[in-house]
């Protein structure tokens, strides 16, 4: 191996980042979703967030709707076109 000769000066730093490595886990509220959705058989944000009977009880529908549109983009649940903002299950999450 040849040595790197430069023709002129470069600067460089170092810098120690420390950082934490996130494995994925099981998606366990998923398969709750999809029991809930064939209940049902048509859901919203605001069952999953319902203070009585929902899986996040008290907190905000948006965090309801992103479960929701996770589930749809692994083809478990389909967004009706005519209610947005309503799922159902697909035959992939039945």
Do not use: C, W
Not at 67 to 91: C, I, M, R, W
């Amino acid at each position: 191996m040849q040595p790197i000769e430069m023709s002129r000066e470069v600067k460089i730093s170092v810098y120690e980042v420390l950082g934490t490595i996130a494995f994925p886990e099981e998606r366990s509220e998923l398969y709750s979703i999809l029991m809930m959705a064939e209940e049902k058989s048509e859901i919203d944000g605001s069952d999953i967030v319902h203070k009585n009977t929902g899986l996040l009880p008290k907190r905000p529908r948006v965090m309801g709707h992103r479960l929701l549109v996770t589930a749809e983009k692994y083809e478990l649940l389909s967004q009706d076109h005519s209610k947005p903002g309503v799922f159902s299950l697909t035959e992939y999450g039945r």
